[in-house]
């Protein structure tokens, strides 16, 4: 197959990484990808397979932008405007260009992923009217993405799944949890949607979980280390975690290292300073290897408020972590089996998040039970099950722009 895999940039965060991963795995079986991007930027640019085909749209002007918006129905674009002004909606700007992208290369596939990309890409069929097969990939929670009323994209996002989703060819959820909220606050039908989980690469984590760390803090001798990944974002709620590391106390002295980079840095960086926990607690940003850290980690927490399944909860079981998460919507109960391969614990509750932890580093390794669990993720029977999706569908004729 020619499969075309559309997103919209490349920053650190799981989506991100799943889908080069899931690339890559196409890529090996024989299918030839194309990673449609409107920019080429972010962390993960260097990490994009050499076997894949890099397209970059790019933004269009404004002239050719109002043309695609005019051809739009009119309700859609009285929706999107102000959003298109005030919100990341702005990335719109590349719906011309990946139009002229299906009608010149005309793929069997077209996967897109994350909210946004996976409504500009079904705007784009509309507009294309090929044979190609539109899939959307739903990898983070609705409700909690969007969550303020006042953001005009927060406003209008569920109203434009609900109108769109169903157009495509197949509906992809990477958690059940997504799957239930699709048919809840979308109104998706539940029969249109297919849970298929995020992919990862094992072979290249356990490679990469050997490799030599520099870091004095992972040497030998040295007191506990908790691990924690991700963006510095609201929905990792790092405050959490780190007031759970203040109480937690200095006896035994257990450490955090949080790896990843964003907007919350200026505001964690104060916090740790607020609450005098500067030798126990270090912001290390975004590392191209976490799983040297995690897998010399006396545990690995994820205090997320909300995930869409949570990549690094299945790269740390693959690593052989010890596991305290809190038990967010949606996936972290999925991954541990409601707390057969890790404790689970309440969201937003600094002291049974310290009490998992303490709890756990008393708990003997998990490391082989782990690492098993972490196969039924593994990439190349992952992208076997989205290739037998695209396998069933049968196009006859061009229909997207119907209405």
């Given at each position: 197959?020619h499969i075309?895999?559309?997103?919209?940039?490349?920053?650190?965060?799981?989506?991100?990484?799943?889908?080069?991963?899931?690339?890559?795995?196409?890529?090996?079986?024989?299918?030839?990808?194309?990673?449609?991007?409107?920019?080429?930027?972010?962390?993960?640019?260097?990490q994009?397979p050499?076997?894949?085909?890099?397209?970059?749209?790019?933004?269009?002007?404004y002239?050719?932008?109002?043309?695609?918006?005019?051809?739009l129905?009119?309700?859609?674009?009285?929706?999107?405007?102000?959003a298109?002004?005030?919100?990341?909606?702005?990335?719109?700007?590349?719906?011309?260009?990946?139009?002229?992208?299906?009608?010149?290369?005309?793929?069997?596939?077209?996967?897109?992923?994350?909210?946004?990309?996976?409504?500009?890409?079904?705007?784009?069929?509309?507009?294309?009217?090929?044979?190609?097969?539109?899939?959307?990939?739903?990898?983070?929670t609705?409700?909690?993405?969007?969550?303020?009323?006042?953001?005009?994209?927060?406003?209008?996002?569920?109203?434009?799944?609900?109108?769109?989703y169903?157009?495509?060819d197949?509906?992809?959820?990477?958690?059940?949890?997504?799957?239930?909220?699709?048919?809840?606050?979308?109104s998706?039908?539940?029969?249109?949607?297919?849970?298929?989980?995020?992919?990862?690469?094992?072979?290249?984590?356990?490679?990469?979980?050997?490799?030599?760390?520099?870091?004095p803090?992972?040497?030998?001798?040295?007191?506990?280390?908790?691990?924690?990944?991700?963006?510095?974002?609201?929905?990792k709620?790092?405050?959490?975690?780190?007031?759970?590391?203040?109480?937690?106390?200095?006896?035994?002295?257990?450490?955090?290292?949080?790896?990843?980079?964003g907007?919350?840095?200026t505001?964690?960086?104060?916090?740790?300073?607020?609450?005098?926990?500067?030798?126990?607690?270090?912001?290390?940003?975004?590392?191209?290897?976490?799983?040297?850290?995690?897998?010399?980690?006396?545990?690995?927490?994820?205090?997320?408020?909300?995930?869409?399944?949570?990549?690094?909860?299945?790269?740390?079981?693959?690593?052989?972590?010890?596991i305290?998460?809190?038990?967010?919507?949606?996936?972290?109960?999925?991954?541990?089996?409601?707390?057969?391969?890790?404790?689970?614990?309440?969201?937003?509750?600094?002291?049974?998040?310290?009490?998992?932890?303490?709890?756990?580093?008393?708990?003997?390794?998990?490391?082989?039970?782990?690492?098993?669990?972490?196969?039924m993720?593994?990439?190349?029977?992952?992208?076997?099950?989205?290739?037998?999706?695209?396998?069933?569908?049968?196009?006859c004729?061009?229909?997207?722009?119907?209405?």
């Open positions: 197959m075309a895999m559309f997103i919209g940039s490349l920053p650190g965060g799981g989506a991100e990484r799943t889908f080069l991963t899931l690339a890559q795995a196409f890529a090996e079986q024989g299918h030839t990808v194309d990673l449609v991007v409107s920019q080429l930027r972010g962390e993960l640019v260097r994009i050499a076997s894949v085909n890099a397209v970059v749209l790019g933004r269009s002007g002239l050719s932008f109002l043309r695609t918006m005019y051809v129905p009119k309700a859609v674009g009285r929706k999107l405007l102000p298109i002004i005030r919100s990341p909606l702005k990335k719109i700007r590349s719906l011309p260009n990946l139009t002229r992208y299906l009608i010149r290369e005309s793929p069997d596939i077209l996967l897109s992923s994350t909210t946004v990309s996976n409504l500009i890409s079904l705007w784009a069929a509309q507009r294309a009217k090929v044979r190609t097969a539109f899939y959307v990939k739903q990898d983070n609705l409700a909690e993405a969007f969550p303020e009323a006042s953001d005009p994209l927060g406003r209008i996002v569920p109203g434009l799944v609900a109108d769109w169903p157009r495509a197949g509906i992809v959820a990477v958690s059940s949890g997504l799957c239930d909220e699709l048919h809840r606050l979308a998706v039908p539940r029969d249109r949607i297919h849970v298929l989980y995020n992919p990862v690469d094992l072979k290249r984590i356990a490679t990469l979980s050997e490799e030599n760390l520099d870091d803090w992972f040497q030998a001798g040295q007191p506990p280390v908790i691990v924690s990944a991700g963006r510095l974002h609201p929905q709620d790092f405050p959490t975690l780190l007031q759970a590391m203040k109480l937690l106390g200095s006896d035994p002295k257990i450490r955090l290292v949080i790896l990843g980079e907007q919350e840095r505001a964690l960086e104060g916090l740790i300073r607020q609450l005098g926990l500067k030798e126990r607690a270090r912001l290390v940003g975004f590392r191209t290897n976490p799983y040297a850290y995690m897998s010399r980690a006396s545990a690995f927490v994820l205090s997320s408020a909300w995930e869409g399944l949570s990549n690094v909860l299945i790269e740390a079981l693959a690593c052989g972590c010890r305290v998460s809190t038990d967010c919507p949606y996936g972290p109960s999925e991954i541990l089996k409601s707390g057969e391969y890790g404790l689970l614990v309440p969201v937003r509750n600094p002291e049974a998040l310290a009490a998992g932890i303490r709890k756990i580093l008393n708990e003997p390794s998990p490391k082989e039970k782990n690492k098993q669990r972490s196969q993720y593994d990439m190349h029977a992952i992208a076997a099950q989205y290739i037998g999706l695209f396998s069933s569908v049968k196009k004729l061009p229909n997207h722009g119907e209405s």
